[in-house]
């Protein structure tokens, strides 16, 4: 079975533009989280959707959006994009919102200039 | 508010040898899951073992096993016989509150890095 998958692996973009970021969760695996790493950090949470509803939001700006579309996969959007915004981009999912381990994928390496 | 505490940023090991990466995590629910994932170079996190607060034995996954030390709370991964592969970031996490798995609060990581 394939593993989360996200795309594009890297990203090089300028200060103000926007990103969209793409995950496709394992097959069978209803939830999809985001999360940001900033480098030598752990990652911080910043949504989770599960059933295409949003269940949980981190502490970050609004210019992060993110939805999840009927087969599952998801999409993190972000506006006006700052420096501080380069970072590693994971994605992962779970099968339900159970005692199951989150399954992540490579990530997104994000460059801000 | 859930915190996780890792104040090893580096440890290093002999090969074959056993390592204990220490985790000390705080919140005040009384449901909650601990997790240990590895991050090699690559950046992929890969899960590696879990512990529900309600499980009373520790939790073991081959080479891994996790020390939970309730009135401590303290979640340590032990790696028994090391291998060069094992060399990669450690961190732990946490999910309480009766929410959903998909929400970890991680910890800062811990380098481990195994000598042949």
């Known amino acids: 079975d394939a593993g989360v998958t996200q795309s594009p692996t890297h990203l090089i973009k300028t200060r103000g533009q926007h990103v969209t970021l793409r995950c496709s969760p394992i097959s069978g695996h209803k939830s999809v989280s985001w999360y940001q790493q900033v480098l030598g950090q752990g990652p911080q949470f910043i949504f989770q959707y599960y059933e295409k509803e949003e269940r949980g939001r981190g502490n970050f700006p609004d210019r992060f959006s993110a939805r999840q579309f009927p087969n599952y996969s998801s999409e993190l959007n972000v506006n006006a994009l700052l420096l501080g915004d380069s970072a590693l981009y994971l994605c992962?999912?779970?099968?339900?919102?159970?005692?199951?381990?989150?399954?992540f994928g490579n990530g997104t390496r994000l460059t801000v200039t | 508010a859930q915190k996780i505490t890792q104040t090893q940023p580096g440890m290093f090991v002999q090969e074959k040898e056993a390592v204990t990466l220490d985790c000390t995590y705080d919140t005040s629910d009384q449901s909650y899951g601990l997790f240990w994932y590895k991050q090699p170079s690559s950046g992929e996190m890969i899960f590696l073992i879990y512990q529900g607060s309600y499980d009373e034995q520790n939790a073991t996954e081959g080479r891994y096993s996790l020390n939970f030390q309730k009135a401590r709370k303290s979640a340590n991964l032990v790696i028994s016989a090391s291998q060069l592969g094992d060399s990669a970031m450690y961190f732990c996490a946490m999910n309480a509150g009766g929410t959903s798995y998909g929400k970890l609060t991680f910890g800062q990581g811990t380098i481990l890095t195994v000598h042949p």
């Open positions: 992962a999912s779970s099968h339900s919102q159970g005692r199951s381990p989150l399954h």
